[in-house]
């Protein structure tokens, strides 16, 4: 069975550029999590879908990040415009009880 | 937001030692669970605790949950290098994680 699959693995854009990733879930998992690693630090959580909606965003900077989960499947996560505190790692999980959670690789982006 | 604290924050080892390392809150968790993370990948589960007072293990790591269920400890048995990486404890009640300790174990 496939993991969590996120693209592309690594993004190097400079600051004020619009950016976005993007995040396939474990199939049959209908929760499915957004988190931002800085370097030295563990996940902070961005925002949590259960199917299509968006449950918890409350630390998603919306002024400047969005994402979608449409049909309840994939997800995509968009910066725009990207600033230089943004560079970090973008990891996307999934589960299908609370407490067991399946990461993907992560997209590490580099702002300039 | 409850907030975990994890520690120590690193720990550098020589194989064959034992450590502990710590994950601590002033708030009451269903379950909490322990990820490793090596560099480039994501955090792989490694335990999850439930009931207070639980103790599993999984070959040389030994996990404990509190039994007021606002803690827990990893303890490893005779560290060994590829035990090497960073070490996370994340509470089901909103999904948010700790620091992190990052263990390193040398040869």
């Known amino acids: 069975e496939a993991g969590v699959v996120q693209s592309p693995r690594y993004k190097i854009i400079e600051k004020k550029q619009p950016v976005a990733f993007w995040c396939n879930p474990i199939?049959?998992?209908?929760?499915l999590y957004w988190y931002r690693q800085n370097l030295g630090q563990g996940p902070e959580l961005l925002i949590r879908?259960?199917?299509?909606?968006?449950?918890?965003d409350s630390q998603l900077p919306k002024d400047r990040f969005s994402a979608e989960r449409l049909k309840g499947v994939d997800s995509t996560l968009k910066i725009q415009p990207a600033e230089l505190g943004d560079s970090a790692v973008y990891l996307c999980?999934?589960?299908?009880?609370?407490?067991?959670?399946?990461f993907g690789p992560g997209t590490r982006l580099t702002v300039l | 937001t409850q907030l975990l604290e994890q520690s120590p924050q690193f720990l550098s080892i020589q194989e064959g030692e034992n450590l502990t390392v710590y994950c601590n809150s002033s708030?009451?968790?269903?379950?909490l669970q322990w990820y490793r993370q090596e560099p480039g990948e994501g955090p792989v589960l490694l335990v999850t605790?439930?009931?207070?007072?639980e103790v599993k293990k999984l070959k040389r790591l030994t996990f404990q949950f509190g039994d007021a269920r606002k803690d827990s400890s990893l303890h490893i048995t005779a560290a060994q290098p590829g035990d090497t990486g960073l070490y996370l404890c994340a509470g089901d009640n909103d999904m948010r994680f700790g620091a992190g300790t990052r263990l390193t174990v040398k040869p």
């Open positions: 999980a999934s589960s299908q009880s609370r407490d067991v959670w399946y």
């Open positions: 199939s049959g998992h209908n929760t």
């Open positions: 605790v439930v009931t207070g007072g």
């Open positions: 879908y259960e199917n299509e909606e968006a449950v918890d």
């Open positions: 708030s009451v968790f269903s379950s």
